[in-house]
């Protein structure tokens, strides 16, 4: 089974307009940053046209894989959402 196929069994309540993880203004991510477009288990990071990275953190799924890697740029402000939203694990 795929990583995307067990994604599906994953319940997410969208916290609206309070996003748990954002990413702080910038020219160019560092090389970290730019490497979650690949690493983020969920998708959540994107590169725009203009070489920003982007997140929408709807369907995160707390790994704290992002929250690690840029620890020392501080790029991010990251958070777990608050009680009651955020991902809902089916299985454990
Ligand atoms: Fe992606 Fe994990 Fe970061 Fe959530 S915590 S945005 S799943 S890398």
Redesign the pocket.
């Known amino acids: 089974v795929k990583v995307e196929e067990k994604l599906y069994q994953n319940r997410y309540l969208v916290d609206a307009g309070r996003p748990h993880?954002r990413v702080k203004p910038h020219q160019t991510p560092s090389r970290g940053l730019l490497a979650?477009t690949h690493?983020?288990?969920?998708g959540?990071?994107n590169l725009s046209e203009s070489g920003q990275v982007e997140?929408s953190?709807d369907g995160?799924?707390?790994?704290?894989?992002?929250?690690i890697v840029t620890q020392t740029t501080g790029e991010l402000e990251w958070n777990y959402p608050r009680g009651g939203f955020g991902v809902l694990y089916k299985f454990g």
């Open positions: 993880i979650m690493l983020c288990p969920a959540c990071y997140v953190a995160c799924v707390e790994c704290g894989t992002c929250r």
